[in-house]
């Protein structure tokens, strides 16, 4: 692994079109800016392996699984909708 | 084209109906090609079935029909594809019991037609989606 020393406002670029500064160093927190394209996705590493382990545990779905039956539907009911609590943000 | 499912058996779907995701999936990054196939009596459930494996399917849930307050152009605008494009949840059912299951809306699957059809599972940064929705909720005791 390639390791930097930057001060604050101090950048490097990785490529030719990706380019990170360091934004402010506060205690033992270090809040950095990036720039790159649209199509480069960027992920805190917390949230990425939370989501990494909700894909894998979401593909191991049993080969029985009855749909219908759980959710106790009325065969040619118009719209049945599974009632979701609303959501804070 | 015939496409193998485990669950679904055998389907025969247009090769125009592929949905490309180019990315993979976090941690299943070979699940590149898939089809959406509706649940039978459920309009707002989807199975995600891929080509290359059998075995390999999410079963999602359009959130346009569920959750009418879903930031929907957020995920569309992380996805960068057109207003038209939908907006899924990936559901989780754990050991199978469905009364368990959740729907991620942290990490939803926004799926877009055109030019033709492509998907990509997007991370919704910034707010406090969970990745665990309850689908079911307990009935309140009367």
Redesign the interface.
């Known amino acids: 692994m390639l390791v930097l020393a930057r001060k604050v406002g101090e950048r490097l670029h990785i490529g030719n079109d990706i380019e990170v500064v360091v934004v402010e160093i506060k205690g033992d927190v270090v809040r950095l800016g990036i720039a790159a394209p ?2 480069v ?1 960027i ?2 590493h917390e ?2 392996a ?10 191991a ?5 009855n ?2 039956a ?2 106790n ?1 009325q ?1 040619g ?1 118009p ?11 | 084209m015939l496409v193998a499912s485990t669950r679904l058996g055998e389907l025969n779907i247009s090769p125009s109906a592929l949905i490309e995701f180019s990315e993979g999936f976090s941690g299943l990054p070979e699940w590149r090609q898939g089809v959406l196939v509706p649940v039978a009596e459920l309009p707002c459930f989807f199975w995600l079935q891929f080509v290359h494996d059998p075995a390999a399917a999410f079963l999602l849930l359009a959130l346009e029909g569920v959750l009418a307050d879903y930031d929907f152009a957020l995920a569309r605008q992380a996805a960068a594809f057109t207003p038209q494009s939908r907006v899924y949840a990936i559901i989780r059912v754990p050991a199978g019991d469905l009364s368990q299951a959740t729907a991620n809306l942290l990490a939803p699957v926004v799926i877009d037609d055109l030019p033709a059809p492509i998907g990509r599972q997007v991370i919704l940064h910034d707010t406090n989606y969970p990745l665990r929705h309850p689908l079911f909720v307990e009935d309140e005791p009367c």
Do not use: M, T
Request: proline fraction near 10%; aromatic fraction near 4%; charge should be positive.
């Open positions: 649209r199509g996705a992920f805190r949230i990425y939370a989501i990494q382990g909700e894909n894998l545990a979401a593909s779905l049993p080969n029985d699984l749909l219908s759980k959710l539907l065969k009911a719209n049945p909708k599974v009632q979701l609590p609303p959501v804070d943000k």
